[in-house]
């Protein structure tokens, strides 16, 4: 799939968004309530919400944490009802932004979100300006032998695998997310990381000028509460990235 590869662009730079532990840990969180307000408190029967909890674990979030969560998306304890929809813009550059929100307030996350746009250079789309880019994909970062990626990603229904330094990204159906993990796991491979994401289609070029001010952008949206995720399609390469990083 053309451009995802680059995806692991914004991922390289998530440490310094992890630092910030406790707004990471309430994302986390608030991703799981939803889950299960939506679809049950069971994981078993609930994709979404088992991919919710793994990621948190993976995050080291505490169990008694995901545990309330759980608990109050499913109405046993008192919850807050989450809207879940997209916000669609540019960042300098042309680079395209799909922005996920998690939102209790609607007007807040608007308000947010343009400001952020405003601030730092970027313009707020319609509905579907940028939308039909990315498509929602299992994303696996993992690490280990070339042969035995190949083999467990593909045998478990990966659709793609792709070097990317010394580990590999393995892409596949957002369902299939879950087997693919575990046949790589049970292979012995390293997983460094496994979401479901919203994966680019075409990627765009961004030089060392233009660099900095659309990081700046995806740093800024990211760091606001109820953005839980920014997807981007840019393409900068490795010592740029590690200029301005």
């Known amino acids: 799939m053309a451009g995802h590869s680059k995806w692991a662009n914004i991922k390289h730079r998530k440490g310094r968004q ?4 406790g707004k990471l840990f309430a994302k986390l969180i608030r991703a799981i ?3 299960a307000r939506t679809g049950g408190g069971d994981p078993t029967g609930n994709s979404t919400l ?11 979030v505490p ?3 995901i545990e309330r969560a759980v608990a ?4 046993e304890l008192d919850g807050v009802d989450y809207e879940e929809f997209y916000y669609e813009g540019y960042a300098p550059g042309g680079v395209a932004l799909y922005v996920h929100i998690l939102t209790d307030n609607r007007n807040r996350a608007a308000s947010d979100v343009r400001s952020a746009f405003n601030k730092n250079n970027g313009s707020l789309g319609e509905p579907g300006s940028v939308g039909y880019l990315f498509e929602q994909k299992g994303y696996i970062l993992a690490e280990g032998d070339e042969e035995t990626v190949m083999i467990a990603a593909l045998d478990a229904g990966a659709e793609d695998i792709t070097e990317s330094g010394d580990q590999w990204e393995v892409i596949s159906a957002a369902g299939d997310l879950a087997a693919v993990r575990e046949a790589l796991e049970n292979a ?3 997983i460094a990381q496994a979401e479901v ?3 680019a289609s075409t990627s765009v070029p961004v030089d060392a000028s233009t660099a900095p001010q659309v990081l700046r952008l995806v740093d800024a949206l990211e760091d606001l509460d109820d ?3 920014v997807y981007a399609n840019f393409d900068i390469p490795d010592e740029v990235l590690a200029e301005v990083s």
């Not at 992890?18 to 532990?21: M, V």
């Not at 919710?52 to 993976?58: E, F, P």
């Not at 109050?72 to 109405?75: F, I, Y």
């Open 18 to 21: 992890d630092a910030k532990r």
């Open 33 to 35: 309530e939803a889950a």
């Open 50 to 60: 088992a991919t919710a909890i793994q990621k948190a674990k993976d995050a080291s």
């Open 63 to 65: 169990k008694d944490n």
């Open 72 to 75: 109050r998306g499913s109405g």
């Open 188 to 190: 012995g491979m390293t």
């Open 197 to 199: 994401s919203q994966i």
């Open 227 to 229: 953005v839980q995720s």
